[in-house]
């Protein structure tokens, strides 16, 4: 999906243009990244692609190398694409990440503030496990992958989450905790276990849960 980066400045008079041509693209199935001034948070629901809490789920996916599932759309739909509102009911994620539900113009609908909720459920929820550990997720991928060195495979987990190369101390960090459950064979009540891939599941998992990672997006 192609990005289109609109500029305009915080006021109504460059805002209500750049609307009209952000439906017109969303339509389209492009992804809108709105680039403007403080002045901004006046108008924020006239742009409901343009909002933290939403994007979020669209990083989340790359990091962890799946997709989300939408009623009635297409595979790999966004959530910055969703059609409409209908969508918080059903979707967990958008409703403790505070997706508005665009009943009024009032921003007061949008909440910029972290919360509890929005941690424990990075941390320990169950379709974020379930993306973590999948079968054709981004962990069992990088375990599976024999062709490229463990440098190359954490430095690709830092692209995709941070945009960033890894720090040559996170390097190491990263590297010492793939050797030390690389020869894992089982777990605490003996079933069979692919240490690699549950290592690269900590890693992602980790990733998912940094400030920087959030701060991102």
């Given at each position: 999906m192609s990005v289109i980066v609109l500029a305009a400045g915080g006021t109504g008079g460059h805002l209500f243009p750049a609307q009209a041509l952000a439906g017109v693209l969303a339509r389209r199935g492009r992804f809108i990244v709105v680039m403007t001034d403080t002045r901004f948070a006046n108008y924020a629901t006239a742009f409901p692609g343009a909002q933290i809490q939403t994007v979020l789920s669209s990083p989340l996916n790359a990091v962890t190398g799946n997709e989300s599932k939408f009623d009635g759309q297409p595979?790999?739909?966004?959530a910055v694409c969703l059609p409409d509102n209908s969508y918080n009911a059903s979707t967990y994620f958008l409703q403790v990440f505070g997706r508005p539900d665009s009943s009024s113009s009032c921003e007061c609908e949008r909440s910029q503030d972290a919360?509890?909720?929005?941690?424990?459920?990075?941390?320990?929820a169950k379709d974020i496990q379930e993306?973590?550990?999948?079968?054709?997720?981004?962990?069992?991928?990088l375990a599976a992958d024999k062709t490229h060195e463990d440098?190359?495979?954490?430095?690709?987990?830092?692209?995709?989450?941070?945009?960033?190369?890894?720090?040559?101390?996170?390097?190491?960090?990263?590297?010492a905790h793939l050797a030390k459950y690389s020869a894992k064979?089982?777990?605490?009540k003996g079933n069979a276990v692919n240490g690699r891939r549950l290592a690269f599941e900590d890693m992602v998992w980790a990733l998912l849960n940094t400030k920087?990672?959030?701060f991102n997006h």
């Open positions: 595979p790999g739909t966004r919360s509890l909720a929005q941690s424990l459920h990075l941390l320990n993306k973590i550990s999948a079968e054709k997720g981004r962990a069992a991928q440098d190359v495979k954490i430095t690709e987990l830092y692209r995709r989450a941070f945009s960033r190369e890894p720090r040559p101390e996170e390097l190491e960090t990263a590297k064979s089982s777990d605490d920087e990672f959030l």
